[in-house]
């Protein structure tokens, strides 16, 4: 069972554990909040899926929270852990001797101004 951090209702009322909670690092998760992430992401909700969701949030943010009390003094700083390289090669303008670029340029359907013409795209 993961302890979460407390809604605004667990603190409106004389619980102290909850108002004792809300000291630490938690973040205060309200209705006001979940409509507000339920507006940008294009949610509707019912008012009892409000009170549901901040429950919810709220337990989703606290077990998160538990990452800070990971001891990580001597994990060493990392950005990927696979050992993998990158795999692209560097972006380079080629300069192809001029029968080969007019050889190829032969191939294209459409060519204006040095460049070729291609169907547009959106």
């Avoid at 909670?21 to 009892?48: F, G, P």
């Amino acid at each position: 069972m993961v302890e979460r951090c407390p809604v605004k209702a667990d603190v409106a009322g004389s619980n102290p554990a909850a108002r004792a909670k809300l000291k630490s690092n938690c973040m205060l998760i309200d209705k006001d909040l979940v409509k507000k992430v339920a507006d940008l992401s294009k949610v509707t909700l019912e008012d009892s899926e409000v009170e549901h969701f901040a429950k919810e949030m709220a337990e989703v943010l606290s077990y998160a929270d538990q990452l800070s009390e990971v001891d990580v003094t001597d994990a060493a700083p990392t950005d990927q852990v696979t050992g993998l390289l990158s795999v692209f090669r560097e972006d380079l303008a080629i300069d192809y001797p001029a029968d080969k670029r007019a050889k190829l340029l032969n191939t294209v359907p459409k060519f204006e101004n040095g460049y070729v013409v291609v169907p547009k795209v959106i």
